[in-house]
């Protein structure tokens, strides 16, 4: 399989963006190579526009014409906290509030009720919204202010991606997009062989 890094670029950045993420309060980290955004081969069935999540290997392909994917590296939620399945995006936003869950202020602790967007909100730059017919899944596919963990299984259940990457998703998804998640043990096996380049 070719695999072509995917040309780094901000040109999808508003000056919001730049503002924002010019002074994040959190530290740069540096993701290994793999889970930068490339371009690659793409054999599977699912049609263009579409978005899937392959949680065993962290990545996210969004789907383009002539057998290629955007695959982007991802954190995922743990096996117990994930969903699997069909969804549509619902919703779409920018630097979206979050509202923590009883469930999240239980396990993480006292948190504000509403915490507005911003580069120090655990959603990031953009939010993606999966919806089951006309309900909220309460499952994100969103930026991250903890980069260190793209790459990795990680409490939350959504998926986590760098926020100049879910910015670039952000501006390619459609609303009511088909998003495909495939469950723990279900790999895409979209496999990068030896001639992969970076």
Not at 20 to 27: M, T, V
Request: glycine residues 10%.
């Amino acid at each position: 399989m070719q695999t072509t890094l995917s040309p780094s670029t901000d040109a999808s950045m508003t000056p919001r963006d730049r503002q924002l993420l010019a002074h994040a309060p959190y530290a740069q980290a540096s993701v290994p190579e793999q889970y930068l955004r490339h371009i690659v081969d793409y054999p599977r069935k699912e049609q263009p526009g579409t978005i899937l999540v392959d949680t065993d290997a962290r990545y996210l392909y969004y789907v383009l014409p002539d057998g290629k994917a955007i695959r982007y590296g991802v954190a995922v939620g743990e096996e117990a906290m994930a969903f699997s399945g069909v969804a549509r995006v619902g919703r779409l936003a920018e630097w979206p509030d979050w509202v923590p869950t009883p469930e999240i202020q239980a396990r993480l602790g006292p948190y504000p009720a509403r915490v507005p967007g911003g580069p120090a909100n655990p959603l990031g730059a953009r939010g993606i919204y999966l919806y089951v017919g006309n309900k909220d899944t309460l499952y994100r596919i969103h930026g991250t202010n903890q980069p260190e963990y793209i790459g990795q299984a990680i409490s939350s259940g959504c998926i986590r991606m760098r926020n100049e990457d879910v910015i670039d998703l952000f501006d390619r998804v459609k609303l009511d997009a088909t998003v495909v998640v495939l469950p723990p043990g279900q790999s895409a096996q979209i496999e990068t062989g030896p001639n992969w380049r970076g």
